[in-house]
């Protein structure tokens, strides 16, 4: 039922719109797996703060959660972002001591402002002491941003005509030396598998490929008026499961009702 809530989310405020990327550019919006990737220690951004930082400068001590999205994202990033505090919340870990979390926008045009409010939003929704000084929101030019995301295989593109991005949903756990370790797709995460990915993120481990099969359900390409097949087939698929839940539900609890009536 999340999973279908928020597959409507994301695809109904896009159906009346029109979009000026075509066919070609939306296939290459994928989040592709490349474990063992190092990501670019000399990657300038700024910080929350508006200072001048590199990639390098959060590595060597810990595992770090990196989160690629942008802060005026009008959905799917936030359900990205709120989906990573809930199992946050369910880690015995804590974020700023065992492990840090580390978000860049892909928007160059965003500046520390926004990360800043951003930052406040989610230290006080996480609400652990601590955290501030290690929870880190970046943003940065089109070339530093295209650096790190290309090295984590998050591929995107920006639409004009309803000036947003079209990009997939996640976020990947990296190693204290900055190695891809483990990939997480989707919106709602388990928090055994990131407890489990951070462990082997600290011993400078990579994980195992995973299934992208959800990542078909929440992939930007339905932001054109045109839904591929694919992505309707899977909708209609979990819409027919979850109807049939109901409808297993509705049926099991009226036979309950008539055993209990006298």
């Not at 490349?34 to 000399?42: C, E, F, I, S, T």
């Not at 946050?88 to 840090?100: I, P, S, T």
């Not at 000084?133 to 970046?138: A, D, Y």
């Not at 089109?142 to 079209?166: C, L, M, N, W």
Request: with cysteine.
């Amino acid at each position: 039922m999340k999973l279908l809530l928020a597959i409507a989310v994301v695809l109904l405020p896009f159906a009346a719109r029109g979009s000026e990327l075509p066919d070609s550019a939306l296939r290459q919006v994928q989040f592709e797996q490349r474990l063992n990737a190092q990501v670019p220690m000399d990657a300038v951004f700024r910080d929350e703060t508006g200072e001048a930082v590199k990639i390098g400068d959060y590595l060597g001590r810990k595992p770090i959660i990196l989160v690629p999205g942008y802060y005026g994202c009008p959905m799917l990033c936030t359900l990205v972002s709120n989906g990573l505090v809930e199992t946050l919340h369910e880690l015995k870990a804590d974020a700023g001591a065992q492990f840090d979390i580390l978000a860049f926008s892909i928007s160059p045009s965003e500046q520390p402002e926004l990360a800043a409010a951003k930052k406040r939003e989610y230290v006080r929704h996480y609400g652990r002491t601590g955290t501030a000084s290690g929870w880190h929101f970046l943003t940065g030019d089109e070339a530093s941003i295209r650096q790190v995301a290309d090295t984590i295989g998050f591929h995107y593109a920006y639409d004009p005509a309803i000036k947003q991005y079209a990009h997939p949903s996640g976020f990947v756990v990296l190693t204290p030396e900055g190695r891809v370790s483990r990939y997480f797709f989707g919106v709602d995460f388990r928090a055994r598998e990131l407890s489990d990915a951070l462990h082997t993120a600290s011993a400078n481990r990579a994980g195992s490929p995973i299934s992208q099969l959800f990542l078909l359900c929440f992939h930007y390409s339905p932001v054109t008026s045109q839904y591929g097949n694919l992505i309707l087939y899977s909708v209609r698929a979990i819409g027919m499961a979850t109807l049939l839940a109901l409808g297993f539900f509705v049926a099991r609890s009226l036979r309950a009702d008539r055993k209990l009536t006298p």
